[in-house]
């Protein structure tokens, strides 16, 4: 059995061997695995579920256009918020009894969304459903790593990072299922047994944690707080107030900018911060982390940006848009079984995770150039493509950011990871709306510029007017044409501009140590 320390002649830059011994064993692992699972995957779906049913709520509640969209925006705040100190509450209270008080509050807070009467409601239940729900995924994780054996971990990583990618992904498709056989309502009511049979499963298998002395970083959680609270609410709140035409974004950018400046120096400066320093000393999990950002901007941006192209421009209904999208989730679960088999076999996980990020950018190559005559079978295999190479990339990378790091840190890292992931995903979420938005208004100019007599009709145009409303008609036709066109344009400098981020990604995978882990015991 290899020793925890390096062994002699062992390649420098490699990461030491460890045995092959769970850090935190099990009473019951597969119940363990379960209840971890399918409160990951409650957690996740609930991120996207909402969004199909935005309208029912906006009618029900008594809201506006731009005040319903809190319903989504209070659950990412709350959840990024909350994340950081999760570490620090394990430590405190028992991560046992965090994981179990986690869930519990999710489904209480869930069936309070589900009752809510107005929209102040029901942002109040969505922060409370946020804050319980930041605790879920990194516990989880973190769980799974400690009760599993070194060989056995790539397997547990690929059952948990199936549930943490397919979360998403179905998410519209079962809130679009609930909110035509049902109401809106469900899309909350469905946690309750969902939650119960978690709950349930994690009194079985959950292990207990011994405690850990740790004060409490105030200082540093209001600083990260009001960072990653005003980052989100620039991000949200960005279209609708012009950008930085308005006075309110420079105040969120001035506090987010703020804020973060003075973490970082109280972080490495502080006794006990809120987030050890040791976890960014490591070079792994340190390139790990931008990595996880790179996967929430180019997977959350995409899935963004999917259902309004295949809506408004290619006229697919919301059942046909989500089924569409289906295969994307077929490809991670492939590919997360496959990667789970190549690392079992001893395949170095950074060729894995970079042949990851060349599939998903083969994929984004061909989306840019879609056009509007692009066929169902192109957005079905891209959709596929893309999915097989986002499998390759997460599990891979998480092995590797954790192989290095000590379990006592891993529940902050896996919290650290999971922050990464969301703030991602807003961003890119931002990025590619204001993108698309200012190319839509260039493009449209442009084509605009060359609707010409001889080259759209055989008719001057300029006398239009003595058709009267058949004039009018053919004009707004064109012009409609024109928007498609300039629309379809600018989804595609979306793509673009995800293809070449994912590319320059790339490098950054070989800089990371190589994790040595002892092989697989027979018949396990």
């Known amino acids: 059995m290899a020793s925890a320390a390096a062994a002699p002649g062992s390649r420098a830059g490699s990461a030491p061997e ?26 996740m779906l609930d991120s996207t579920v909402a969004n199909v049913a935005l309208p029912h709520m906006q009618a029900s509640l008594g809201a506006s256009p731009d005040t319903i969209t809190w319903v989504l925006t209070s659950y990412i705040l709350a959840t990024s918020v909350a994340m950081p100190i999760t570490g620090w509450l394990a430590d405190r209270i028992g991560a046992r009894r965090l994981f179990v008080i986690a869930v519990s509050g999710f489904i209480l807070a869930s069936m309070a969304c589900g009752l809510a009467q107005n929209l102040e409601e029901m942002v109040s239940f969505r922060v409370l459903q946020g804050v319980f729900g930041a605790f879920i995924a990194p516990l989880s994780q973190s769980f799974m790593l400690d009760s599993s054996r070194p060989s056995r971990q ?31 309502r469900w899309v909350f009511y469905i946690n309750v047994p969902v939650g119960a049979l978690s709950i349930a499963m994690l009194l079985a298998g959950l292990p207990r944690r011994p405690l850990r002395e740790r004060r409490f970083d105030l200082a540093g959680f209001a600083m990260i707080g009001f960072a990653l609270a005003s980052i989100q609410l620039l ?14 974004a420079w105040i969120y950018a001035g506090v987010a900018i703020s804020g973060l400046w003075m973490a970082v120096i109280r972080f490495a400066t502080a006794r006990q911060p809120l987030v050890p320093p040791s976890l960014f000393m490591d070079r792994n999990f340190a390139i790990a982390f931008v990595l996880m950002l790179v996967i929430g901007v180019v997977m959350f941006a995409t899935m963004a940006l999917l259902p309004p192209l295949l809506q408004r421009n290619l006229g697919y209904d919301v059942v046909d848009t989500g089924f569409v999208m289906a295969p994307r989730g077929i490809g991670v679960l492939i590919s997360m079984q496959l990667s789970g088999l190549l690392l079992n076999r001893q395949v170095d996980p950074r060729y894995m995770v970079a042949a990851g990020f060349l599939i998903s950018d083969l994929a984004m190559w061909q989306m840019m150039h879609w056009s509007l005559e692009v066929d169902q079978f192109h957005v079905v295999w891209t959709g596929f493509l893309q999915g097989l190479g986002l499998g390759l990339v997460f599990m891979p990378m998480n092995l590797t950011a954790f192989g290095t790091l000590p379990p006592q840190l891993r529940t902050d890292g896996s919290s650290m990871l999971n922050l990464a992931r969301n703030v991602g995903s807003s961003i890119g979420i ?36 003595r058709y009267q409303g058949l004039g009018a008609s053919a004009l707004s036709a064109i012009d409609m044409e024109v928007n498609r066109q300039a629309s379809m344009i600018g989804y595609a400098n979306d793509f673009y501009l995800l293809f070449w981020l994912t ?22």
């Open 503 to 524: 590319l320059a990604t790339l490098p950054l995978v070989f800089l990371m140590r190589k994790v040595v882990r002892p092989p697989a015991r027979p018949g396990s």
């Open 154 to 184: 790539p397997t547990v990583m690929a059952i948990w990072s199936a549930g943490i990618m397919i979360g998403p992904i179905m998410g519209p498709i079962v809130g679009g299922l609930l909110t035509e056989s049902g109401n809106w």
């Open 235 to 248: 991000l949200d709140r960005g279209p609708q107030i012009d950008w930085f035409e308005s006075a309110e």
């Open 18 to 43: 460890i045995e092959d011994v769970a850090a935190l064993p099990s009473p019951n692992q597969p119940a363990l695995i379960v209840g971890a699972m399918t409160a990951s995957l409650m957690y």
């Open 430 to 465: 931002s990025i590619v709306t204001v993108l698309w938005g200012a190319s839509v208004q260039t493009v449209h100019e442009e084509l605009g510029a060359t609707v010409t007599v001889s080259s759209v009709l055989d008719v001057d145009l300029s006398t239009a007017d």
